[in-house]
């Protein structure tokens, strides 16, 4: 979309899309409080007892009703601060939670597909959900000339069709079993609070950069960073698509491993990351050229984000994996330690270099973030669940010896 994008919008509606971009994923946490990440958790505690699992769906359905009436709410008792602060309309402060609660309910789906291992399908329905938004957003933006207001309608009225699809699948497929259970609901937040926790600090890490933008710079200044937030995505992008790959496999593997199976888990991590490493010094190098051929006129500050925000990218890559062992162990409570601390550094560093360097403190702050976080997440990892990372350490003191 970028090409058409910066070619069809100004840098000051491109801001305006950015935040709304902004703001709905973390109402789609808020919403969705872990629930989804506790299904897929749960698959592997009842794939014997289909019973059980269809009402954890439903409860997590009762879960994500809940939190939506409260972020309604809460953005209804914040509109004039958000129609002064942000140029929103109160069209999208209304379409907001509707788009997040539909996003959160599509994840349900999304995390089955994982779990399951069915890639082909994941594929065909996370292709389909994209080439639906891109068609109508090109519908919108071009055609009809909606400029932002028909980006947002098009992911909008995307995220809505494939809820119901969603919603239809679930019941055609006996998934849903109608009984609230305040038990499971408990045990389902008991599990998802501290994921969401972890959301919103990872929102903080992620995208309060451009809040501060909009506050401390200008809205044109917010649109201009986000293009370039997003060419360095595509490092995300490749670590995103391995991730979700390898995480139900990655939990297999840790059902009782031996040390000689510990010792392979670390080995192929460590390849990994550096194969993820030179992709993104590769991405670096040639993202430039790519700015030329599809940003447009007026976005040309985006490319000088993309070192920076690419390597921050690498760093989450690596943080993804070491978490994996913390949601196994069902520790999640160490990736709110990790994402807080990482957080307050990222709203204290964006204040201090946005002042100081403009929108490039923003880029800097978020790379720091990423780096802090992931550290600490994999200090964490050796009390939630003990790998031999450092391995080679020991092999070096025994050739010594």
Request: net charge positive; glycine share 6%; with cysteine.
């Given at each position: 979309?970028?090409?058409?994008?910066?070619?069809?919008?100004?840098?000051?509606?491109?801001?305006?899309?950015?935040?709304?971009?902004?703001?709905?994923?973390?109402?789609?946490?808020?919403?969705?409080?872990?629930?989804?990440?506790?299904?897929?958790?749960?698959?592997?505690?009842?794939?014997?007892?289909?019973?059980?699992?269809?009402?954890?769906?439903?409860?997590?359905?009762?879960?994500?009703?809940?939190?939506l009436v409260i972020f309604l709410?809460?953005?209804?008792?914040?509109?004039?601060?958000?129609?002064?602060?942000?140029?929103?309309?109160?069209?999208?402060?209304?379409?907001?939670?509707?788009?997040?609660?539909?996003?959160?309910?599509?994840?349900?789906?999304?995390?089955?597909?994982?779990?399951?291992?069915?890639?082909?399908?994941?594929?065909?329905?996370?292709?389909?959900?994209?080439?639906?938004?891109?068609?109508?957003?090109?519908?919108?933006?071009?055609?009809?000339?909606?400029?932002?207001?028909?980006?947002?309608?098009?992911?909008?009225?995307?995220?809505?069709?494939?809820?119901?699809?969603?919603?239809?699948?679930?019941?055609?497929?006996?998934?849903?079993?109608?009984?609230?259970?305040?038990?499971?609901?408990?045990?389902?937040?008991?599990?998802?609070?501290?994921?969401?926790?972890?959301?919103?600090?990872?929102?903080?890490?992620?995208?309060?950069?451009?809040?501060?933008?909009?506050?401390?710079?200008?809205?044109?200044?917010?649109?201009?960073?986000?293009?370039?937030?997003?060419?360095?995505?595509?490092?995300?992008?490749?670590?995103?698509?391995?991730?979700?790959?390898?995480?139900?496999?990655?939990?297999?593997?840790?059902?009782?491993?031996?040390?000689?199976?510990?010792?392979?888990?670390?080995?192929?991590?460590?390849?990994?990351?550096?194969?993820?490493?030179?992709?993104?010094?590769?991405?670096?190098?040639?993202?430039?050229?790519?700015?030329?051929?599809?940003?447009?006129?007026?976005?040309?500050?985006?490319?000088?984000?993309?070192?920076?925000?690419?390597?921050?990218?690498?760093?989450?890559?690596?943080?993804?994996?070491?978490?994996?062992?913390?949601?196994?162990?069902?520790?999640?409570y160490y990736l709110i330690y990790?994402?807080?601390?990482?957080?307050?550094?990222?709203?204290?560093?964006?204040?201090?270099?946005?002042?100081?360097?403009?929108?490039?403190?923003?880029?800097?702050?978020?790379?720091?973030?990423?780096?802090?976080?992931?550290?600490?997440?994999?200090?964490?990892?050796?009390?939630?669940?003990?790998?031999?990372?450092?391995?080679?350490?020991?092999?070096?003191?025994?050739?010594?010896?």
């Amino acid at each position: 979309m970028l090409p058409v994008l910066t070619r069809f919008l100004t840098p000051f509606h491109y801001g305006i899309l950015a935040t709304f971009q902004t703001i709905y994923p973390m109402g789609e946490s808020f919403i969705d409080m872990g629930s989804s990440a506790a299904i897929s958790r749960q698959y592997f505690d009842t794939k014997d007892a289909p019973l059980n699992f269809g009402q954890y769906i439903f409860n997590s359905i009762i879960v994500k009703l809940s939190f939506l009436v409260i972020f309604l709410a809460a953005l209804v008792f914040l509109r004039s601060w958000l129609i002064e602060k942000f140029n929103f309309p109160v069209w999208l402060i209304i379409t907001i939670p509707g788009v997040a609660f539909a996003s959160a309910f599509i994840d349900i789906i999304v995390k089955l597909l994982v779990v399951q291992k069915k890639a082909y399908a994941y594929s065909l329905f996370q292709c389909s959900r994209t080439i639906l938004n891109i068609i109508l957003s090109l519908l919108l933006v071009v055609v009809i000339g909606l400029s932002w207001k028909g980006r947002v309608l098009g992911i909008a009225v995307t995220e809505i069709i494939f809820m119901l699809l969603c919603a239809a699948f679930l019941i055609r497929k006996s998934l849903l079993k109608y009984a609230i259970k305040p038990d499971l609901i408990k045990e389902m937040l008991v599990f998802g609070m501290p994921l969401f926790l972890y959301g919103v600090g990872r929102w903080v890490i992620t995208l309060s950069d451009r809040l501060f933008l909009n506050v401390m710079v200008s809205v044109s200044a917010t649109g201009s960073y986000s293009v370039g937030y997003s060419m360095a995505s595509v490092v995300e992008f490749i670590a995103g698509g391995v991730g979700l790959a390898v995480m139900p496999i990655l939990f297999e593997k840790l059902k009782n491993p031996s040390e000689a199976q510990k010792l392979l888990i670390v080995k192929c991590t460590y390849l990994y990351f550096f194969a993820l490493f030179f992709v993104t010094l590769i991405w670096i190098y040639i993202a430039p050229i790519f700015c030329k051929i599809f940003i447009g006129k007026g976005f040309e500050e985006a490319s000088r984000y993309i070192p920076l925000i690419s390597f921050a990218y690498f760093a989450n890559a690596m943080f993804r994996v070491f978490s994996l062992y913390i949601s196994y162990s069902k520790k999640t409570y160490y990736l709110i330690y990790s994402i807080m601390a990482a957080g307050a550094i990222n709203l204290i560093l964006n204040y201090i270099l946005i002042k100081a360097n403009g929108p490039m403190g923003a880029a800097q702050s978020t790379l720091i973030s990423y780096l802090v976080n992931m550290l600490l997440v994999w200090f964490f990892v050796q009390r939630a669940y003990p790998m031999p990372w450092f391995y080679f350490m020991k092999i070096k003191r025994e050739r010594l010896s």
